[in-house]
């Protein structure tokens, strides 16, 4: 065995493990400073885009809700307020299994069926990580239970939330509307609006009326916390902190008593009623009956209700004042008496002989006058005093229905009033023009002929006969209606008016127009289409009734009311102001299949009349109104 | 008294200054950062006390185990760890779908722990057995007796676990004079079979290597770690927001940061010229181990304590690699500063073999 081989072996193999601890040595170097080079990145090069993504971990911008600005009518009563209630709110994307939740939480407290759709369908429109309620306005009891039960039922919780309340009843629903919970639409619409950030934490915001009209007043400014969070989002500090702005309240030149009494005088009725200030075309009193109850939209409606509400025939969710589109009939008669005297077509002592019909040059077709056999001798003033359409009919004829429609417009008919509600009707006034475009047919002579008496294609809302008549009332003055006359400033506590608007002076000479207004005093006076209705009153009423046909009439054929069924009856029409030497007060009635106007629609007028003008109230008409503490 | 004084006195001088300096150092170190990543939890930080305080009592006794009977453990050790491997595979408890945990009864472990040491240690005896013989065959029974531990463990399946054990055991092949055309052919060979080895590896493993080519991929979800501690890191800065000033760190956003993820708290903290220090701490360990094994009489000692210095980086480097994103998630604590009992008292057990290699030169030799 040759010895001097593994020696040497050894030195050789100890010179090899040396030179190989210095590339180990090396090795070691090369992995120490690619750790320090991926430090000097991490911690010099990218710092400042690391800090910052260390600050947004950290800080977190927790909105809170502004307050919804209450409403409140002329007297300060709370129509529209907020009351603070806990509800019960489900995380679909917190619960284990939903449907197990919402058995278990049914087995501690009481969920109805309706409460469950209402709550299946709001999940249905919700994603996954939104909070939705399943049940509102708990009892303690019912807190209290799910306190204790909150432990195992992840994704519940009982949250205290500002709620809307509308005391007022279903009679002020079509002016307050409601709000309802945001979705996607809306969440689409304030992304457009650039008012997304303001929305940051509601939940809720105006769907109709006032509450819609007047959203970004009502709703505030959101504030923001920024708050110091942890990984799991708990809020460990607050930073810093700008404080929410609370909603403008809203004081309506609207009397919320007055209301009552205008919706109690229709009795069974529907239709729609609006009283105006002519002075300042503030809206006292706005009634669409039916009306409904718009606390069943605040948290969401069921869906059988909503099909109930949406389907009804009696269609309780159209607002009849702005929406509901008729015939204005022979309320049309004091606008068409002032443009024959302002065309020169008519003076006011020029007389007709009423035969009881009318009949275009060269036609056989009769157009009949309401009144069998005729008025007889008749003026201007009797014209409308007594409705003689006959009166009417020759009068358009002479005016044609260009001037007719160019005249008419400047009571703004067949445009929308401006009222501070959204979704208003512009009716339609009806012009050749007009027709060529809509049709494409030519204007026939018959059709001016029944326009004059407010037949065939014109259409007008409620309120849009109470701004015309208030332009009479005012001696020209075109005002805007308008619901709101103040807005409270949240921090200063003041009120600040809201100017209503104005859309200039129509000129009208004050002989034409005082005549034409005597008319319509004749209306009311022994003789008149009215006279009933202002019997005993203690102040002087100007008026005109109408009747708007529903079906019509065949030629030689009667229009006998008791012979048909109620839903085919006429709507009775009036419109009104009062004192009729200095008016405070327009009003335009429109019961839907009322009959006669005098008969059914002036009643109602004059009850409104009675209450704002001396107070008398119906005896059994009850209010429960609060007032505002302010 | 005198006597008993004397045998103290003997037993601590098997400890090698330096080393016990650099260990000390970080340590210190280390009960700062855990004591902040855990919101000064009594708890944790009288934990860890304990578990430094057994390591380097571990560390004092191996320190006075003379390398010559340290080398006659190998053997058994490495067979024990062995068979103990092959019942994991038969009998193993399956804990988040991996069979890595053998239950004897009174106590579940990992054998793959115990093969740590036991594949170096096996190696070294056998390279020190043959020395002044190595041949080829040598070197090719080596890379048997690597492979054998490598592939139960990475059947488990345990990736990470199974490339430190073949690491550990590549540098102790390595200073035992592996030849270079070996060791370059292997890692042509290991490039070309990447693609094979993708197609090999589990969903999860895939999935970690993934997030780490993209963190932003799944925010939430793997990804979220290296995320959230890459942010920690960088928004420390050069200085560092100050011990316990984090807020990554305090506002719980460090995932693991006692353990794995200790860095980030660290990187947070004291920043840039933290993370030099630390390094530095650990170069300062790995070059006195360097110069222990440059200075062992015995083939033994050279190559343990080449082998444990090179390993320490290894952990090291794989773990700040990982926390700060430039390497894939693996379960790998960091070297002296992880809360964490085993991982400690393995590492210091480590140390204590390279102090006993340091310091029974003189004793070897007479």
Redesign the interface.
């Known amino acids: 065995m040759n010895l001097a081989t593994p020696l040497k072996n050894l030195d050789r193999e100890l010179a090899r493990f040396h030179r190989r601890l210095k590339v180990g040595a090396a090795f070691v170097a090369l992995l120490a400073i690619a750790l320090l080079a991926r430090a000097y990145y991490l911690q010099i090069v990218q710092h400042e885009h690391y800090i910052q993504r260390a600050e947004s971990n950290r800080i977190s911008r927790v909105p809170t809700t502004p307050n919804r600005g209450l409403i409140l009518d002329r007297n300060g009563r709370i129509l529209a307020e907020n009351y603070s209630a806990y509800t019960l709110e489900l995380t679909r994307a917190q619960t284990e299994n939903l449907e197990a939740t919402l058995a278990e939480v049914g087995k501690l407290i009481e969920i109805t069926p309706g409460q469950l759709r209402r709550f299946r369908r709001l999940l249905a429109e919700s994603h996954e990580f939104e909070t939705v309620p399943l049940k509102s306005r708990l009892t303690d009891e019912e807190v209290a239970v799910l306190a204790a039960n909150r432990y195992r039922l992840p994704g519940v919780e009982v949250k205290a939330r500002l709620f809307r309340n509308y005391q007022a009843g279903p009679g002020m629903a079509h002016v307050l509307g409601f709000i309802g919970r945001i979705n996607d639409g809306d969440l689409k619409r304030l992304r457009e609006d650039g008012r997304e950030q303001n929305y940051k934490g509601s939940a809720y915001i105006g769907k109709t009326g006032l509450e819609q009209s007047y959203e970004t007043l009502l709703h505030g400014r959101t504030g923001f916390d920024q708050m110091e969070t942890d990984a799991s989002g708990r809020a460990v500090r607050m930073l810093s902190r700008i404080p929410p702005v609370p909603g403008r309240d809203l004081r309506l030149h609207l009397d919320v008593e007055l209301q009552a009494v205008a919706e109690h005088a229709f009795g069974d009725y529907l239709g729609g009623l609006v009283a105006l200030d002519p002075r300042t075309g503030g809206v006292l009193a706005l009634v669409s009956k039916p009306g409904f109850d718009p606390n069943l939209f605040v948290d969401g409606i069921d869906p059988e209700t909503w099909k109930l509400l949406n389907e009804s025939p009696e269609r309780p969710m159209v607002n009849r004042v702005l929406r509901g589109i008729y015939p204005p009939g022979s309320t049309i008669k004091p606008f068409m008496a002032l443009a024959g005297l302002e065309l020169g077509l008519r003076k006011p002592a020029d007389t007709i002989v009423d035969p009881g019909f009318y009949s275009l040059p060269n036609s056989r077709h009769q157009f009949r006058d309401w009144k069998r056999g005729g008025h007889g001798v008749v003026d201007l003033r009797r014209s409308i005093s007594q409705s003689c359409d006959v009166y009417y009919y020759r009068l358009a004829v002479d005016m044609g229905i260009d001037r007719m429609h160019d005249y008419l417009a400047q009571f703004g008919l067949g445009e929308k009033t401006g009222i501070d509600l959204d979704g208003e009707s512009s009716g339609l006034l009806p012009s050749r023009d007009w027709k060529q475009r809509r049709f494409k047919q030519p204007w026939y002579p018959g059709e001016t002929v029944i326009a004059g008496i407010g037949q065939g294609y014109l259409l007008t809302t409620p309120l849009q006969l109470a701004t015309a008549a208030a332009i009479l009332a005012n001696g020209g003055e075109r005002v805007e209606p308008r619901l709101v006359q103040a807005v409270r400033d949240p921090l200063a506590h003041t009120w600040q008016p809201l100017p209503g608007g104005v859309r200039g002076q129509m000129a009208i000479a004050p002989a034409n127009l005082a005549v034409v207004r005597q008319g319509m005093m004749d209306v009311m006076r022994p003789g008149g289409t009215a006279a009933r209705s202002a019997a005993g009153a203690p102040y002087t009423i100007a008026g005109k009734t109408g009747t708007a046909q529903v079906v019509g009439i065949k030629q030689g054929a009667r229009y006998e009311a008791s012979r048909l069924s109620r839903q085919y009856r006429d709507h009775a029409l009036f419109i009104a102001y009062a004192p009729a030497e200095n008016p405070t007060i327009v009003v335009a009635v429109m019961v839907e299949n009322g009959g006669h106007g005098g008969s059914t629609a002036a009643p109602i007028a004059r009850a409104v009349f009675d209450y704002y003008l001396t107070g008398k109230r119906p005896g059994e008409l009850k209010l429960e109104v609060e007032s505002a503490a302010d | 008294m005198p006597r008993i004084s004397h045998w103290i006195v003997r037993r601590l001088s098997h400890l090698d200054g330096i080393l016990l300096t650099l260990v000390l150092v970080l340590l210190g170190i280390s009960l700062a950062v855990v004591a902040s990543a855990s919101g000064q939890s009594p708890a944790r930080i009288s934990g860890h006390l304990i578990n430094i305080g057994l390591a380097l009592g571990v560390m004092v006794v191996m320190a006075n185990v003379p390398p010559h009977l340290l080398s006659k453990v190998g053997p058994p050790l490495f067979f024990a760890g062995v068979v103990l491997l092959i019942g994991v595979a038969l009998f193993g408890e399956v804990r988040n779908g991996a069979r890595r945990w053998l239950n004897l009864g009174f106590v579940a472990f990992q054998p793959s722990e115990l093969m740590k040491l036991a594949l170096p240690l096996m190696l070294a005896w056998y390279f020190q057995r043959n020395?002044?013989?190595?041949r080829a065959k040598h070197f090719l029974s080596g890379g048997v007796m690597l492979l054998l531990p490598f592939l139960l463990i990475l059947r488990q399946p345990d990736l990470g676990t199974a490339l430190m054990i073949g690491a550990s055991g590549f540098?102790l092949l390595?200073?035992a004079?592996l030849p270079w055309k070996v060791i370059l052919g292997g890692g042509i060979l290991g490039g070309a079979s990447l693609p094979v080895m993708w197609g090999l590896m589990h969903d999860y493993q895939q999935r970690r290597v993934l997030t780490l080519l993209d963190p932003s991929s799944d925010p939430l979800g793997a990804g979220y770690h290296i995320i959230?501690s890459?942010?920690?890191?960088?928004?420390?800065?050069?200085f560092g927001k100050g011990w316990m000033q984090g807020?990554?760190n305090q506002?719980?956003?460090i995932p693991e940061r006692t353990t794995d993820f200790v860095f980030a708290v660290f990187?947070e903290e004291f920043?840039?010229v933290g993370?030099?220090f630390l390094?530095g701490l650990?170069?300062a360990i790995?070059?006195r181990g360097?110069v222990i094994?440059?200075r062992a009489p015995t083939?033994f000692g050279?190559l343990m304590a080449?082998t444990l210095?090179?390993n320490l980086?290894?952990y090291?480097?794989v773990n700040?690699?990982m926390v700060?994103?430039?390497l894939p998630v693996v379960g790998v604590p960091l070297p002296l500063m992880s809360y964490g009992g085993t991982a400690l008292i393995t590492l210091l057990l480590g140390m204590g073999i390279l102090m006993s290699v340091a310091t029974h030169r003189q004793l070897n030799k007479s």
Not at chain 2, 230 to 235: D, E, L, N, P, V
Request: aromatic letters at 16%; zero cysteines; hydrophobic letters at 55%.
């Open positions: 020395e002044g013989l190595l540098y390595f200073f004079g959230q890459t942010i920690a890191i960088g928004s420390g800065g050069l807020t990554q506002l719980d956003f990187g920043g840039f993370a030099i390094v650990y170069l790995v070059a360097l094994a440059a083939l050279r080449a210095s090179l980086f290894t090291v480097f700040m690699g700060s994103g430039i």
